[in-house]
């Protein structure tokens, strides 16, 4: 008999704790800082009863002791968190741009109008933010880079972008090219992004060449820049000019100014970039001083001027010595007439 009455109790017991019941699908989650998470969640009770509240709460160490705090007193909270549960058996929620300090114990209760029941378990949501890393930050041409895109969540496909295009290596033999601003996203996640992070290419000097400021031959006497440039980080500093005219180095400084030409100042000029890491030539430019045709065409031209003018006098000067010889004759025949007249 009393056997029988334990038995009932126990059956009791068990239909009891199985009727009334708190399901959460998964009662661990990660998810990254910024995006949406939902914690599903199923509850039971005894057919029949009418749910008159639900509500979520937050574990949360108060003083040393272990508290549930109902989400909508958090003032953190407001605004983002959504309610998808009904008050049947779905119990769902949905927290939005999500935050760092999100994390943590999540629990479920409801009250019927006889009980409240709450949930045994709890759901542990870890927020997690998604980190690019870049090793070495600072990388001589040609070393090995490697991207690394963490979170604490289970490891999920990264994708990586560089200065916002997406890339599909996440290691590198780096190149001058390859600097600039790295960050990833997690596959499935790609509204959230990590911070970019720089990598910075360090390399000798490329790219050397010497623009001359004036093409061509060049007139004697006149002034010509030579200026060189390159692409190197760091930065290039120091320019060395050589010149085929001497063999030697002519001069430093980016910019090679040769004023006052002279034919002999003809002949190659090549500069020679250098950083700490090391030293680039450019080609040699070929520099030509001589009498150009411009020249030639002014001197003759005015050599044709001068002639011209000599001639052009020299005939005005003749006109003129005829013109007054003639008058003087009219003169003579005027009083000659005058003369003739009287008589
Ligand atoms: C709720 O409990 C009833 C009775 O035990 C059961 O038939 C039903 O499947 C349960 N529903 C859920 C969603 O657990
Ligand atoms: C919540 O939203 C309301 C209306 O959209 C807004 O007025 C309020 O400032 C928001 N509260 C927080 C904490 O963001
Ligand atoms: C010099 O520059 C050229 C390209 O401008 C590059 O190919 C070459 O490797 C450089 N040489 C050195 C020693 O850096
Ligand atoms: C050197 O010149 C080439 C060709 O113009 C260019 O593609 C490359 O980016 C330049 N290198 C650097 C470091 O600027
Ligand atoms: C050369 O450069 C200097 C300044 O660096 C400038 O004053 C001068 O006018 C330039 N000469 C020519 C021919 O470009
Ligand atoms: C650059 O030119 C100088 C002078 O001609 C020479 O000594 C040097 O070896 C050259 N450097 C390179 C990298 O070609």
């Given at each position: 008999?009393?056997?029988?009455?334990?038995?009932l109790?126990?059956?009791?017991?068990?239909?009891?704790?199985?009727?009334?019941?708190?399901?959460?699908?998964?009662?661990?989650?990660?998810?990254?800082?910024?995006?949406?998470?939902?914690?599903?969640?199923?509850?039971n009770?005894?057919?029949?009863?009418?749910?008159?509240?639900?509500?979520?709460?937050?574990?949360?160490?108060?003083?040393?002791?272990?508290?549930?705090?109902?989400?909508?007193?958090?003032?953190?909270?407001?605004?983002r968190?959504?309610y998808?549960g009904?008050?049947?058996?779905?119990?769902?929620?949905?927290?939005?741009?999500?935050?760092?300090?999100?994390t943590?114990?999540?629990?479920?209760?409801?009250?019927?109008?006889?009980?409240?029941?709450?949930?045994?378990?709890?759901v542990?949501?870890?927020?997690?933010?998604?980190?690019?890393?870049?090793?070495?930050?600072?990388a001589?041409?040609?070393?090995?880079?490697?991207?690394?895109?963490?979170?604490?969540?289970?490891?999920?496909?990264?994708?990586?972008?560089?200065?916002?295009?997406?890339?599909t290596?996440?290691?590198?033999?780096?190149?001058?090219?390859?600097?600039?601003?790295?960050?990833?996203?997690?596959?499935?996640?790609?509204?959230?992004?990590?911070?970019?992070?720089?990598?910075?290419?360090?390399?000798?000097?490329?790219?050397v060449?010497?623009k001359?400021?004036?093409?061509?031959l060049?007139?004697?006497?006149?002034?010509?820049?030579?200026?060189?440039?390159?692409?190197?980080?760091?930065?290039?500093?120091?320019y060395?000019?050589?010149s085929?005219?001497?063999?030697l180095?002519?001069?430093?400084?980016?910019?090679?100014?040769?004023?006052?030409?002279?034919?002999?100042?003809?002949?190659?000029?090549?500069?020679?970039v250098?950083?700490?890491?090391?030293?680039?030539?450019?080609?040699?430019?070929?520099?030509?001083?001589?009498?150009?045709?411009?020249?030639?065409?002014?001197?003759?031209?005015?050599?044709?001027?001068?002639?011209?003018?000599v001639?052009?006098?020299?005939?005005?000067i003749?006109?003129?010595?005829?013109?007054?010889?003639?008058?003087?004759?009219?003169?003579?025949?005027?009083?000659?007439?005058?003369?003739?007249?009287?008589?």
């Open positions: 008999m009393i056997t029988v009455l334990l038995l109790l126990m059956m009791k017991s068990g239909t009891v704790s199985a009727v009334s019941s708190v399901t959460f699908e998964n009662q661990d989650l990660c998810a990254l800082k910024g995006s949406s998470v939902t914690l599903r969640c199923l509850y009770y005894t057919v029949g009863k009418t749910v008159r509240k639900t509500a979520w709460f937050k574990g949360h160490l108060e003083k040393g002791l272990w508290k549930r705090v109902e989400l909508s007193g958090l003032p953190s909270y407001r605004n968190t959504e998808l009904d008050r049947q058996h779905n119990c769902s929620l949905a927290i939005h741009d999500l935050r760092e300090d999100d943590g114990h999540y629990y479920f209760r409801f009250d019927t109008d006889t009980l409240g029941i709450r949930s045994r378990g709890s542990f949501l870890t927020v997690s933010e998604v980190r690019a890393r870049v090793h070495p930050a600072t001589r041409a040609g070393k090995k880079v490697t991207l690394e895109c963490v979170t604490s969540c289970t490891p999920a496909s990264t994708l990586w972008f560089k200065d916002g295009h997406p890339i290596k996440s290691l590198l033999q780096a190149q001058a090219e390859d600097a600039g601003k790295y960050s990833c996203t997690v596959k499935g996640h790609e509204s959230v992004q990590s911070h970019p992070v720089d990598l910075n290419v360090l390399y000798s000097p490329v790219n060449s010497v001359v400021s004036h093409a061509g060049l007139a004697v006497g006149r002034s010509v820049n030579l200026t060189c440039s390159s692409a190197a980080n760091p930065k290039a500093d120091s060395t000019w050589y085929s005219r001497s063999l180095q002519v001069a430093s400084g980016r910019v090679l100014s040769l004023n006052s030409l002279e034919v002999s100042h003809s002949g190659l000029y090549l500069c020679q250098r950083n700490r890491l090391g030293e680039n030539n450019s080609t040699a430019v070929l520099l030509t001083v001589g009498e150009t045709k411009i020249t030639r065409f002014i001197l003759l031209l005015g050599i044709g001027i001068k002639v011209v003018m001639l052009f006098l020299t005939l005005i003749t006109w003129a010595w005829r013109d007054w010889f003639n008058s003087a004759e009219d003169n003579e025949m005027d009083s000659h007439d005058y003369e003739n007249c009287r008589m």
